[in-house]
């Protein structure tokens, strides 16, 4: 009885491992230098802005919206040379959601030292945020969704998947 119960458990096991394998969307944007794993095709939004110092820049966010949550990859191109400030990009991402930074930690991710940072959002969840300055462009790995969501093993797979391209 054990030897059929393991024996199941293991074929449920990789069917669940080639369910989530085979739902996953490969983002590749040659014109920006990176790839991503997305749940199915994200879409692009652009909008234009202008830093508290007055520098303009294009913000491009990739993303897809789903029942577990949102996901995005963002990429900030500057009019001009800007200071790479990881204290400053956590300090504006905390402020933009009205939440409260949860933790920080650097981290190592596409050949470049980052930051990775949980912010706590009041009333709706969790933002969980890789922020990658890589030449002049500040990338950025984003999750977006309720309380208890954003350390998931599904949610590392997508931050993880982020890779500039040689």
Known sequence: MMRHLSRLIGI????????STASAYTFTSKEWNFTAEFPAAPTLEKTKSTTSAGTPYDQYVWSIESKGGWKGVGLIVYSQSVVHDYNA??????????GKLRSQKTIQQSGVQGREIIIDVPDSGVVRQRLLWIGDRLYQVVFSGGKGTGLTPDVEAFLNSFRTLK
Do not use: D, M
Not at 12 to 19: E, R, T
Not at 89 to 98: E, F, L, P, Q, Y
């Open 89 to 98: 990009s956590v300090r504006g991402a905390v402020n933009a959601t009205k």
């Open 12 to 19: 449920v096991v990789v069917c669940l491992l080639v369910a």
